[in-house]
């Protein structure tokens, strides 16, 4: 009878909680939709204690925020102190406070805000500025150095800048000459105003060359005379470099002697950075034309041009140039010792190796194999204790991101998630990994197991969901078990149901072209494209074709990863005249997205590779060489 009664307990509980999700998402749809009338309907029908309720609170309050008065804003953030849906309605009422230029008010209320806004860190310089705080301008001046299109609210900044000669002319170059290095031309358009009248480029010219430069820089003559007009035709070659590098440097030699020095190496360093992207062969030897001036950008460019060129000497020279903040990038800590090692500074290239060693990323696991040893030695695990997890489940924000994952809201549970273990000790963010695997939240696993800083868990960092079915593919096709799960987590963290804006999907992001090829390659008849997403369908054609793409480049691991991103044709022109490194080749792959993902996925690899007990945990071993292109397959 006991158990009858307590399953008959659980089942209305069950049903409740149902309920209450289901006026939670109506809710939320009426507020999209702005019926207020319909909000609070639903809304009144929310229990208090109900994980979720808070967040319709929070927008009840923001649907009528302008006519809300103080003391209910601040009763809600009281009531609800630390928490996220507190800081978004701060945010917001912040947001208020400057409309109505209640600077005092805004003063007060922002140093509590926990979330990084520009738009409001703009208003807080506009509310100093207001109170006559000195200094502030210039304090506010790195806000300026950006590619990014910044909000509305910093436009007073940036005039009482200029005004006050805290900004110069040029400093406006230096930020279109951003905005252009990122393809931003409405970014470029937007600062133009900013520029002395004499200087400003032509608009229209500026969208013109973006599509034909090499038009512009048939004109006769071609008119140098102002800062605008050589901006403009550094622009062109720049574009022009884009496509044809070896032209674009023929014209800048034909009109080198007409730019003033800065210019003139400004535009050899576009030339050559776009060049080195362009893996041509040349790059290095324009990179010697820009002098001492060039940014990181460029200086990341030339240092990839000189490790591809096998230079070590300017290897070396590029990444000391770098920015003190760039060159702390472990990327360039690495290169930096290798180039110090191949140039008979072993002992200061070890200094760099040691601390990098003990991280845990793709250059950490090179590094400690320079010195000799390996991830064999990675750190004792720590396992957090039930109390422990339990301490963690009952936390409020953990709760609500659960909550809203379970009711389908993904994005903004992981968004309750980010904020609620921000100030979580190492224990704690184990805990938490812990819960979220056991809610099959992978990705959330893995995110949070990466934060910890002494104690670790790689089976959380590295977890193996469907072992048995990836390993079963794994053999049909014969691939490295832990190379498949490197890619699949790098690919989809596990979430079966991803789906890229380019129209990838499931665990090992298929695009639907390839997933009907593989279908059809595997005599599966009525293949669609939901069933992709399927977890056993998507690992099987996902491996099916990993397969093939590992068989079109000659079973380079590197090429397959590489080609598994970008495609296998991309991967096979990617490789140089003569034979690379397999760590070189990926430092200088041209595309950035490709770069940064094949080393995660054969760091992944590696990690995985330990976890299943495999005999191999050379990541060097692993990367090998990559052949000469002539010597490839085709």
């Not at 207020?36 to 208090?48: F, P, T």
Request: with cysteine.
């Amino acid at each position: 009878m006991k158990t009858t009664y307590l399953l008959l307990f659980l089942a209305s509980c069950s049903a409740f909680a149902a309920s209450q999700d289901d006026l939670f998402l109506e809710a939320r749809d009426a507020f999209q939709r702005g019926d207020i009338a319909r909000l609070d309907e639903r809304a009144s029908k929310l229990d208090d204690d109900y994980a979720l309720t808070p967040y319709v609170r929070y927008w009840q309050l923001r649907s009528r925020l302008a006519d809300t008065p103080a003391g209910d804003v601040g009763s809600f953030l009281a009531r609800h102190e630390n928490s996220l849906v507190a800081d978004r309605l701060r945010a917001d009422w912040l947001r208020q406070l400057a409309r109505n230029s209640d600077w005092p008010g805004f003063l007060r209320e922002y140093p509590k805000l926990g979330t990084a806004d520009t738009e409001l860190a703009c208003f807080a310089s506009q509310a100093r500025m207001a109170r006559g705080e000195s200094g502030i301008l210039s304090q506010a001046r790195p806000l300026w150095f950006t590619a990014q299109v910044l909000p509305e609210s910093c436009l007073p900044i940036f005039k009482a800048m200029f005004d006050k000669q805290i900004l110069t002319p040029e400093d406006s170059w230096s930020r279109v000459r951003l905005a252009l290095e990122n393809g931003s031309l409405t970014g470029a358009r937007m600062l133009l105003v900013y520029l002395p009248a004499g200087e400003r480029p032509d608009t229209k010219a500026l969208e013109s060359i973006s599509k034909r430069p090499q038009r512009y820089l048939d004109k006769t003559p071609l008119l140098l005379n102002t800062r605008g007009q050589r901006e403009l035709a550094i622009y062109a070659l720049y574009k022009m470099a884009e496509s044809w590098p070896g032209i674009a440097a023929d014209r800048l030699s034909q009109i080198a002697d007409k730019l003033p020095e800065e210019e003139r190496e400004y535009a050899w360093a576009q030339i050559a950075s776009v060049a080195s992207r362009n893996l041509h062969p040349d790059a290095l030897a324009w990179f010697r034309n820009a002098g001492n001036g060039m940014n990181d950008r460029q200086l990341s460019w030339y240092g990839r041009a000189a490790l591809r060129a096998g230079n070590w000497n300017e290897t070396l020279a590029a990444v000391e140039a770098l920015s003190s903040t760039e060159r702390l990038r472990p990327q360039w800590r690495y290169w930096r010792a290798r180039a110090l090692a191949a140039l008979g500074r072993p002992a200061e290239a070890n200094v760099l190796l040691a601390p990098l060693s003990n991280e845990f990323n793709f250059y950490g696991q090179l590094a400690a194999e320079d010195l000799g040893t390996s991830i064999s030695s990675a750190p004792q695990t720590y396992h957090p204790s039930g109390d422990e997890v339990d301490a963690v489940s009952a936390d409020l924000g953990i709760r609500r991101a659960l909550a809203l994952y379970q009711a389908g809201l993904r994005y903004e549970g992981a968004l309750e998630w980010q904020w609620s273990i921000k100030d979580f000790d190492d224990k704690q963010l184990l805990s938490a990994a812990v819960l979220a695997v056991r809610n099959d939240w992978y990705e959330r696993a893995i995110e949070t197991a990466e934060r910890t800083v002494m104690l670790h868990d790689f089976s959380l960092r590295y977890p193996a969901p469907y072992r048995k079915l990836v390993q079963d593919y794994a053999q049909q096709v014969g691939l490295d078990e832990a190379w498949i799960y490197g890619l699949v987590r790098q690919e989809s963290r596990f979430v079966h149901t991803a789906r890229s804006s380019a129209g990838a999907s499931g665990l090992m992001q298929l695009m639907p072209a390839t997933a009907r090829w593989v279908a059809k390659r595997l005599g599966l008849n009525g293949h669609h494209r939901t069933l992709t997403e399927a977890v056993d369908t998507n690992i099987g054609l996902g491996t099916y074709y990993l397969r093939q793409v590992l068989d079109s480049v000659d079973n380079h691991v590197v090429l397959a990863s590489a080609g598994y991103n970008a495609g296998p044709r991309r991967a096979r022109d990617w490789a140089a005249s003569r034979p690379l490194e397999g760590a070189i080749y990926i430092e200088t792959i041209p595309f950035a997205e490709t770069r940064e993902y094949v080393k995660k996925v054969m760091n992944n690899t590696l990690y995985y590779a330990r976890l299943f007990h495999q005999t191999d945990l050379s990541l060097r071993n692993r990367l090998g060489v990559v052949p000469a292109k002539s010597t490839q397959n085709n």
